[in-house]
């Protein structure tokens, strides 16, 4: 098979192909780990009310189904071993996701940070391609190279080892070939990228209710400014919400100072003088 850069519209891109492969030999075989952390999208991200512990999940074996328990594996630990049913605590976890909503303000600001990153990534995008175009000429010019060795060389097993190489370096090329082009094309449009932002500051659980782990991953970990603490029979303790984006947690002063004045509470300095923002989001609703 040779490889050459089509000049037809790719089925599949270099990079998925090659992903592809890697997993058919066996190179990226994702952990067992991997489905159980998808059964229990919760783990790790909430700890037990009593004692602290990150609580742990599992399957557990009745007489004829598994069923799914997380609970708290802390020795000593008045919950210790008492499993929770998944269904009740992703359930409550559900509800609380539903009571958040955004301050107004809150969108005002995420959408001018987004589009200061996104320009921000725009103009990386172009110094990434300039230097992916100086490492084509680089591997053009070792092509060359190894073509002239061949030329010269006598032993078949050096010429092999020379070939070998050659056709890495002519696959390296078509990726960069392919990065190049994919450089200046992000992959969504601004308002297509910005409206899935907004989605997500509008209600955070439509992200929560998608099929993907690393959604569920972002929710926790945008949506959250601490691990989440749950006791069992009585359910979460009021949770610390932060803000979706970290940047505004750089936020300079005269930012901090508008967003003081709309509902953002600045944080200070449990977490190391680091400025976190509170009340982002509300809980509306009177429940729980
Ligand atoms: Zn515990």
Redesign the pocket.
Known sequence: MTLRKSHHEPLISFQTYRAIQDRLLGKARAPARKNLNADFPLRGAV???????PLTACWTKGKYLRYPYYL???RG????GKSIRRATIEGEFETLLHQLRPAPALFRVARATFEDLWNHRLATAETTRSGLETELVKIEHDVEQFLDRIAQAQLPSVITAYENRIRQLEERKIEISEKITNCGRPLRSFDEALRTSLDFLANPWNLWASERLEHKKAVLKLAFANRLAYVRDEGFRTPGLALPFKVLAEMGSSKSKLARSTGFEPVTPAFGGQYSIHLSYERAGSGS
């Open positions: 700890a037990c009310g009593h004692c602290g512990t708290c594996p802390k630990c008045e919950s210790c």
